[in-house]
T-cell receptor
Framework: QKEVEQNSGPLSVPEGAIASLNCTYS??????FFWYRQYSGKSPELIMS????GDKEDGRFTAQLNKASQYVSLLIRDSQPSDSATYLCAGQANAGGTSYGKLTFGQGTILTVHP | DAGVIQSPRHEVTEMGQEVTLRCKPI?????LFWYRQTMMRGLELLIYFNNNVPIDDSGMPEDRFSAKMPNASFSTLKIQPSEPRDSAVYFC???FGQGPYEQYFGPGTRLTVT
């Protein structure tokens, strides 16, 4: 079992709809989670981070974390064609020890927003 | 502020040649990560450093790969000898090692070994 798993996609939504991206993780010690957006041919770009249970909103993006269910999600409201990209979920284990901030990435979900 | 800087951006080399990739982390960051990305395997962590010290190199594919970080502002990833299966995009990322561990990626080096 992979440590971080994402819904395989690809996910296609119409412009203006809500895109929902999901991620589960197996390491209960994971404390912090990150969503990266990667356009084709570009590097991953950090768009959201979340550290505690609940919702975190930033503009059209909302990250949700449920540690009991080991579940992380990213909602994109009013999706735009410019949101079309691969979205990577990453988890970070407990601080301290020897982890020094090592992230474990999921395989990514390809999102296409069509006009 | 300057982000993570990588060079070269593209590298085409023949099998058997030595390849050196370079990275300059964001100033003030003390953790540096080297990743490799392919369609088949996704984003893989090769090695990471904290305060210039290698912490975990378990992702390095084999002895042909080596990485160094001689100071806080420079790191290299070397492949010698290179093979066609090394063709991939290599990313360098950096973070502030005391938390919250947000990693910022460089633009990557696209390596093609023929």
């Amino acid at each position: 079992q992979k440590e971080v798993e994402q819904n395989s996609g690809p996910l296609s939504v119409p412009e203006g709809a809500i895109a929902s991206l999901n991620c589960t993780y197996s390491d209960r010690g994971s404390q912090s989670f990150f969503w990266y957006r990667q356009y084709s041919g570009k590097s991953p770009e950090l768009i959201m981070s979340i550290y505690s249970n609940g919702d975190k909103e930033d503009g059209r993006f909302t990250a949700q974390l449920n540690k009991a269910s080991q579940y992380v999600s990213l909602l994109i409201r009013d999706s735009q064609p410019s949101d079309s990209a691969t979205y990577l979920c990453a988890g970070q284990a407990n601080a301290g020890g020897t982890s020094y901030g090592k992230l474990t990435f999921g395989q990514g979900t390809i999102l296409t927003v069509h006009p | 502020d300057a982000g993570v800087i990588q060079s070269p951006r593209h590298e085409v080399t023949e099998m058997g040649q030595e390849v050196t990739l370079r990275c300059k982390p964001i100033s003030g960051h003390n953790s540096l990560f080297w990743y490799r990305q392919t369609m088949m395997r996704g984003l893989e962590l090769l090695i990471y450093f904290n305060n210039n010290v290698p912490i975990d190199d378990s992702g390095m594919p084999e002895d042909r790969f080596s990485a160094k970080m001689p100071n806080a502002s420079f790191s290299t990833l070397k492949i010698q000898p290179s093979e066609p299966r090394d063709s991939a995009v290599y990313f360098c990322a950096s973070s502030f090692g005391q938390g919250p561990y947000e990693q910022y990626f460089g633009p990557g080096t696209r390596l093609t070994v023929t």
